[in-house]
């Protein structure tokens, strides 16, 4: 279904579609005024990253801006995180950013972000979407239309106050060698300069800007990662460090060439971060690994759920003043920076863990507690799918259950499976966590047919 057909524009981390068919030029320029009636005269700071069609949305998201009466501030090409920055360090009332992060190359979309630099909530969304879908988009007068002003240089001052939240001194005296792997993406324009500034020896990989994401395809999974791995090997790196295409997600890879899912460095994080701040709240979604509540009950924390997506974490972080937050898909959100994911803040972190424990990344992750997952689905009318979860409740009644997402169902032995309806497709999506393969293959498989069982008697 396009887009502009569809009853819903955002999804989980914004507006996306494939460009000239899903995502049109129309469709942007009516949403971006929109989103300019929305906020009012106000101004607001347009950011993009570096897809082919990026500039071409930019330029018509600033004129649906300015025909709704805002002043736009114009950033330039700079990683999602670094315009959240400069949003609430800029006093500015929002933001547009113009990225798809990690989606191929044929996509692209608008995130938009409040004035506190965390994308809109849910419920502005739907506010949005009311404007967008009844038409009555605010066009200002010809004394009334906003302007349009260029940005300088600022990225600079981004690096600091990242540079400022960690310790710089045991970093350079460390002096680690590290590959950046920026997927031709914007990352690059500060990842690299962030760890040369922190003394370390730097080797770049896929550094230059190309939409087409010549490199690797800009989502950084294990098969994506094959030649960084290589490369930090062959340099005898300390680590390698993968960005998605907006660069608020980093993937890490250890000495040996070996990646770490994100879970693990969420969880290395949390244990330097809790040794200084024991019992502090750490936030994660309920997709999140076990490994989490593990090394927080270790420190006397709890963990706080929420549904999966990076803009729960952050709302849930800022309205319960939470300094820690993580997601599995590497998205790491350091309270103390700011309540959003971010991927050099992330890098900036994991330099210092391993210059003030003096050992080595495989060494440190090694140490984390072990889990093995499974991922499966299986289909379900859409029309079932809450009705049969309702059922499955009821039938695991004395076991510990989450269902702020979806239904997580914990075993004595901590494994656990998570059951999410997609909201896509007609299917559930299970995701099953235990301490061997073995186990989480048994639990995907044992609720498949509990589920098959259930789907089949609704149907009746």
């Known amino acids: 279904m396009e887009v502009e057909k569809a009853k819903r524009l955002f999804g989980t981390n914004g ?15 009516e949403l971006s005024q929109a989103i300019g009636t929305f906020f009012g005269r106000s101004k607001i700071l347009l950011g993009r990253d570096g897809r082919a069609s990026s500039r071409m949305f930019s330029e018509i998201a600033a004129s649906g801006l300015v025909a709704a009466g805002c002043d736009v501030y114009d950033a330039g090409m700079a990683p999602t995180p670094a315009i959240q920055y400069l949003t609430r360090k800029g ?39 009311s404007i967008y879908f009844s038409g009555e988009n605010r066009l200002a007068e010809w004394r009334g239309l ?13 690096r600091e106050a990242i540079k400022s939240k960690v310790d710089q001194k045991a970093i350079r005296n460390r002096k680690p060698r590290i590959v950046v792997d920026s997927a031709n993406g914007v990352g690059s324009l500060v990842t690299p300069y962030l760890a040369r500034e922190l003394g370390c020896q730097v080797l770049t990989l896929n550094s230059n800007i190309d939409g087409t994401f010549p490199g690797r395809l800009p989502e950084p999974t294990p098969e994506n990662l094959e030649y960084l791995c ?38 290395l994080i949390a244990e330097h971060f809790l040794k200084s701040n024991p019992g502090q709240e750490i936030v994660t979604p309920v997709s999140s690994s076990q490994m989490i509540e593990d090394v927080a009950s270790k420190y006397g924390s709890k963990v706080y759920w929420t549904p999966v997506g990076s803009p729960y974490v952050s709302r849930a972080m800022a309205m319960r003043d939470s300094k820690l937050g993580g997601e599995e898909n590497g998205g790491i959100f350091y309270g103390p920076h700011m309540p959003v994911r971010d991927g050099a803040m992330a890098t900036a972190l994991i330099l210092e863990i391993i210059a003030q424990r003096g050992e080595r990344l495989s060494t440190l992750m090694d140490n984390l507690p072990k889990y093995f997952n499974v991922k499966d689905k299986i289909p379900c009318p859409k029309e079932m799918r809450f009705k049969v979860l309702d059922r499955l409740r009821m ?21 656990w499976i998570l059951i999410r309806p997609s909201g896509t497709e007609p299917i559930y999506r299970l995701f099953a966590e235990a301490k061997t393969q073995e186990r989480a293959q048994e639990l995907v498989s044992r609720y498949k047919v509990i589920l098959s069982r259930m789907i089949g008697k609704s149907g009746e």
């Open 395 to 415: 039938e695991v009644e004395g076991f510990r259950v989450e269902t702020i997402d979806g239904l997580k169902i914990w075993h004595e032995d901590k494994s």
């Open 91 to 129: 006093e500015f009332d929002g933001a547009i950013i113009i990225t798809a992060s990690h989606n191929p190359p044929e996509y692209n979309g608008l995130k938009v972000i409040d004035r506190d630099g965390i994308e809109i909530s849910a419920e502005k969304e739907l506010q949005i979407e």
């Open 230 to 267: 290589e490369i930090v090997r062959a340099s005898r790196a300390d680590m390698g460090v993968a960005h998605d295409g907006d660069a608020d997600r980093a993937i890490f890879v250890d000495e040996v060439g070996r990646v770490h899912w994100g879970d693990r460095s969420f969880a």
């Open 15 to 29: 507006v996306r579609g494939i460009v000239n068919r899903e995502l049109t030029p129309q469709l942007v320029l």
């Open 146 to 158: 906003g302007d349009r002003f260029p940005l300088g240089e600022w990225l600079e001052d981004y």
